[in-house]
């Protein structure tokens, strides 16, 4: 008797399994290049275009600096010569080795003064870039959700990334399951009409 009690408890846990395996909904994947949205994306390319437009000033900053270090230099060394010229009296050349030696200080301060603005300005125009970046990519990743529930999906997958062994995550996929046009198309939808055009890499503030 206690046999066929465990028996019929046995077959009814595996009946019990089975129906919450078919209630389980169907698995559907969708793929999506998040890469190609967030370079596709309107504000993506305003974003750049604002950091090439601040980069491009802090050069000209940078460049201004380098040219009054330049004038000292140029004075440091006409200093230098009236320090050496023994067409003058001791007293002179005195002051001039004096003002030389003050003007070789200012100069070293200046050149510490453009290596630090470089580094700062470097550092907070790379930070405000990665700032920007994560905020859309929030966006982005909002809108991905969005779509992938309007389609019933169970699964996104991002294939704009390689794996670890340098191979793309997706190897093949339908086309009918990307959704990654359907996210440009949505991300773009208010897309002012004066943005600008797609951006290219940018460069780093010139070294001193």
Request: a neutral charge; hydrophobic letters at 40%; glycine letters at 4%.
């Given at each position: 008797?206690n046999?066929?009690?465990?028996t019929?408890l046995t077959l009814?846990a595996?009946?019990?399994?089975s129906?919450?395996?078919l209630a389980?909904?169907?698995?559907k994947l969708?793929?999506v290049?998040?890469?190609k949205a967030?370079?596709?994306?309107?504000?993506?390319e305003?974003g750049?275009?604002?950091f090439?437009d601040?980069?491009?000033?802090a050069?000209?900053?940078a460049e201004?600096?380098?040219?009054?270090?330049?004038t000292?230099?140029d004075?440091?060394k006409?200093?230098?010569?009236?320090?050496?010229n023994?067409?003058?009296n001791?007293?002179?050349?005195?002051?001039?080795?004096?003002?030389?030696q003050?003007?070789?200080?200012?100069i070293?301060?200046?050149q510490a003064?453009l290596q630090?603005?470089?580094q700062?300005?470097?550092?907070s125009?790379?930070q405000?870039?990665?700032?920007?970046?994560e905020?859309l990519?929030?966006?982005?990743?909002?809108t991905?959700?969005?779509?992938?529930?309007?389609?019933?999906?169970?699964l996104?997958?991002?294939?704009?990334?390689p794996s670890s062994?340098?191979?793309?995550?997706?190897?093949?996929?339908?086309?009918g399951y990307?959704?990654?046009?359907?996210v440009?198309t949505?991300?773009n939808?208010d897309?002012?009409?004066?943005a600008?055009?797609?951006?290219?890499p940018?460069t780093?503030?010139?070294?001193?």
């Amino acid at each position: 008797m206690n046999k066929i009690i465990r028996t019929l408890l046995t077959l009814a846990a595996l009946a019990t399994g089975s129906t919450a395996l078919l209630a389980q909904p169907a698995l559907k994947l969708i793929t999506v290049d998040v890469a190609k949205a967030y370079d596709s994306y309107y504000k993506a390319e305003e974003g750049m275009a604002k950091f090439r437009d601040a980069q491009q000033k802090a050069q000209e900053q940078a460049e201004e600096l380098r040219k009054q270090g330049q004038t000292m230099v140029d004075e440091y060394k006409e200093l230098g010569e009236q320090a050496k010229n023994t067409l003058l009296n001791a007293e002179a050349r005195t002051k001039a080795e004096q003002a030389a030696q003050k003007k070789l200080e200012d100069i070293q301060r200046k050149q510490a003064d453009l290596q630090n603005f470089i580094q700062s300005t470097e550092r907070s125009l790379q930070q405000q870039m990665f700032t920007r970046r994560e905020l859309l990519l929030e966006e982005i990743t909002k809108t991905v959700n969005e779509i992938a529930k309007r389609k019933g999906a169970t699964l996104v997958i991002d294939k704009s990334g390689p794996s670890s062994f340098r191979i793309p995550v997706v190897l093949f996929a339908d086309p009918g399951y990307d959704i990654t046009e359907e996210v440009v198309t949505e991300i773009n939808k208010d897309r002012p009409a004066t943005a600008p055009a797609a951006a290219t890499p940018a460069t780093k503030p010139a070294a001193a």
